[in-house]
């Protein structure tokens, strides 16, 4: 008896460090203290007042009844996508809605490289340009996706709301789905980016909440199709249940119909993969395809 306690208990050690091993979240509150403006943005958002509310909706709890859990904010196939879960001592805690880390990455391995402008007392407007260049490569290295890693954003962002998570099982997505959980085949990103989510503060005016261009919104809009296609197609192979998968081949017709007609797409749309995603992302950087996109675009923000 005492050899098994001895062995769980090891068990247990190595269970534990390995969780802490991996990139946890620190919670948006963290990044309030540098990044205020845009931690009062997201105070603004259904991010962040979904907290409060979602685990009350009717709805929601026959989801995660279908899915043999009874609480929401215990579930981690919920957590995955609608909360910023912290470790607290060897707990997981949820603290709030989608934040930060859910866009950009969970920043416990990178937020001290992310925060470091040159040693101590060094300031963001004293940061030299070569410190700068790999300081942000050393941010990303270590799991943090900058605002300009923007296929990676958008597959957060297409993901989740296309019920694809890489983390959700196929048969907890078909369950979700045939219990009531929204999935919009035609969500695009620009209705919302450059709506209640915006927080582009950019210097030289870092004061100034920047909305995108006609050119921006247009290639937003294409590395977001690119990344709902990416994510559909690996998501049909999670599962055969026709629902599910009726619904995700909606998301790449959607998403083909506008990319066939983009010649820098040809590769994303015979191999979608992440790396054919940032590929795609990275060859149509600085054109302009409004003439293409526009009719698509939106005409309000929400």
Not at 29 to 49: E, I, L, P, R, Y
Not at 103 to 111: D, R, T, V
Not at 115 to 142: F, I, L, Q, S, V
Request: overall charge positive; proline content about 6%.
């Amino acid at each position: 008896m005492k050899r098994f306690l001895l062995v769980f208990s090891a068990f247990l050690a190595l269970s534990f460090s390995a969780a802490y091993a991996q990139p946890s979240y620190v919670g948006a509150d963290k990044c309030g203290k540098c990044h205020k403006a845009s931690f009062d943005v997201w105070k603004g958002t259904k991010h962040h007042s979904s907290f409060k509310k979602i685990h009350k909706n009717k709805i929601a709890k026959k989801i995660v009844k279908s899915i043999g859990e009874k609480r929401m904010k215990k579930s981690a196939t919920c957590a995955t996508c609608h909360y910023t879960v912290v470790q607290k001592g060897k707990k997981l805690k949820p603290i709030s809605g989608p934040s930060c880390e859910s866009c950009h990455g969970p920043a416990s391995k990178w937020i001290a490289v992310h925060n470091d402008y040159g040693g101590p007392g060094a300031k963001r407007t004293t940061e030299t340009a070569e410190h700068k260049a790999k300081r942000k490569k050393a941010a990303a290295d270590a799991g943090m996706i900058w605002p300009s890693m923007i296929f990676d954003v958008a597959s957060n962002c297409m993901s989740c709301h296309g019920l694809a998570n890489p983390k959700l099982s196929g048969e907890h997505a078909s369950k979700m789905l045939a219990n009531g959980h929204p999935l919009n085949p035609n969500f695009e990103l620009t209705k919302y980016y450059n709506g209640s989510v915006r927080h582009r503060f950019y210097p030289p005016d870092v004061t100034k909440n920047k909305e995108l261009t006609k050119p921006q919104m247009a290639r937003l809009y294409l590395v977001g199709q690119a990344a709902a296609l990416v994510s559909a197609t690996a998501a049909i192979a999670k599962t055969d249940d026709p629902k599910y998968t009726a619904a995700q081949k909606k998301r790449i017709s959607f998403a083909k119909e506008i990319l066939s007609k983009v010649p820098e797409a040809a590769k994303i749309l015979k191999t979608p993969t992440m790396d054919a995603g940032r590929q795609f992302a990275d060859a149509i950087k600085g054109k302009d395809f409004t003439a293409l996109v526009g009719p698509r675009l939106p005409t309000s923000f929400k």
